[in-house]
């Protein structure tokens, strides 16, 4: 029997702050693919958080969404984070 993983696969992405809350509203629309979460607003980085199993899924709607805004995938930013799921991420390395 398989045994469920908590590996999340963290994307990180630079947007245009005005962006933020439409990549925010395409995942949640997209139920259980992915969780968003602004890491730096000023900046306008977000991360995409996404288990395993829809990974692929998550991918394809990223390409998608690059086809209508500019969406570019970053290195994690060195940011201290006051969100509490961030930090037990950040954590799991």
Request: charged share 25%; with cysteine.
């Amino acid at each position: 029997m398989l045994q469920p993983t908590t590996a999340i696969h963290a994307i990180y992405l630079q947007v245009r702050p005005t962006d933020i809350a439409q990549v925010k509203f395409l995942f949640e629309s997209y139920e259980e693919i992915a969780i968003v979460r602004t890491v730096d607003r000023r900046a306008a980085i977000i991360v995409v958080l996404v288990v395993p199993d829809f990974l692929p899924v998550a991918r394809a709607v990223l390409e998608e969404l690059r086809t209508q805004i500019d969406c570019v995938e970053v290195a994690a930013p060195a940011v201290e984070s006051d969100d509490w799921l961030m930090r037990e991420i950040d954590g799991d390395d």
